[in-house]
């Protein structure tokens, strides 16, 4: 059974910066591609982030293009998402999502993506 545990969120004031972590596991052998959603009070889930499973390529959303990055372990299923000039629209939960096979079309899809996290909060104060 496959597990994806997110960490790293909370409360962090206009302007900074925060780094989440997702780490997956149950599936030996197995590289997966990954990404980052989010989901504000209200709005529906939206797609943040994306990594190829051997971390050659990256997408981003255009609302944080230039102020976050996705990277992940250079072996493994262990993603990060750093944060910076965090705005008060970044305020959501953040899923970390696992895909055993990701064609470009699939990555910023909701359904591109076959396992998920229970998400960790940010929050942003002004």
């Known amino acids: 059974q496959v597990q994806l545990v997110e960490s790293g969120g909370g409360l962090v004031q206009f302007g900074g910066s925060l780094r989440l972590s997702c780490a997956a596991s149950?599936?030996?052998?197995?590289?997966?591609?990954m990404a980052w959603f989010r989901q504000a009070p209200g709005q529906a889930r939206e797609f943040v982030a994306h990594i190829t499973w051997n971390g050659d390529r990256t997408y981003y959303a255009d609302s944080v293009k230039g102020r976050f990055t996705i990277s992940r372990e250079n072996a493994g299923n262990t993603v990060y998402l750093q944060m910076n000039t965090l705005k008060s629209e970044d305020t959501a939960v953040y899923y970390c999502?696992?895909?055993?096979?990701?064609?470009?079309?699939?990555?910023?899809?909701?359904?591109?993506?076959?396992?998920w996290g229970q998400g960790t909060q940010v929050t942003v104060s002004s």
């Open positions: 999502a696992a895909a055993e096979f990701a064609p470009p079309q699939a990555w910023g899809k909701i359904n591109g993506y076959d396992y």
């Open positions: 149950g599936r030996p052998g197995v590289t997966f591609a």
